[in-house]
Nanobody
Framework: QVQLVESGGGLVQAGGSLRLSCAASGRTFSSYAMGWFRQPPGKEREFVAGISWRSGNAAYADSVKGRFTISGDNAKNTVYLQMNSLKPEDTAVYYC?????????????????WGQGTQVTVSS
């Protein structure tokens, strides 16, 4: 059974930082692609960032570029999302996802496994 467990969400003031973690269990994800998505209140879920375990290549949504950084620790089977300079519009439930393809996608349908989500709330 593949499981993804997110942690690190919480309440932070605008301008602050949070680091989300996604621990993967059930198999080795060294050949997978990992992604972070978010769903703001009343809106559709959207792509935030993605990374390929194998190549280390990463990509970001324009709205978070320069503020968020995705990284992975193969030894710990964990992917991180460092979020700096947070804004109220970053408020959302953040989801970690794993894609069995080694090349990450910005499309939700490409991902095979999902975590339960962690709430991030940014106050103004």
């Amino acid at each position: 059974q593949v499981q993804l467990v997110e942690s690190g969400g919480g309440l932070v003031q605008a301008g602050g930082s949070l680091r989300l973690s996604c621990a993967a269990s059930g198999r080795t994800f060294s050949s997978y692609a990992m992604g972070w998505f978010r769903q703001p209140p009343g809106k559709e879920r959207e792509f935030v960032a993605g990374i390929s375990w194998r190549s280390g290549n990463a990509a970001y949504a324009d709205s978070v570029k320069g503020r968020f950084t995705i990284s992975g620790d193969n030894a710990k089977n964990t992917v991180y999302l460092q979020m700096n300079s947070l804004k109220p519009e970053d408020t959302a439930v953040y989801y970690c996802a794993a894609d069995r393809s080694p090349i990450f996608s910005t499309t939700q349908l490409a991902y095979d496994y999902w975590g339960q989500g962690t709430q991030v709330t940014v106050s103004s």
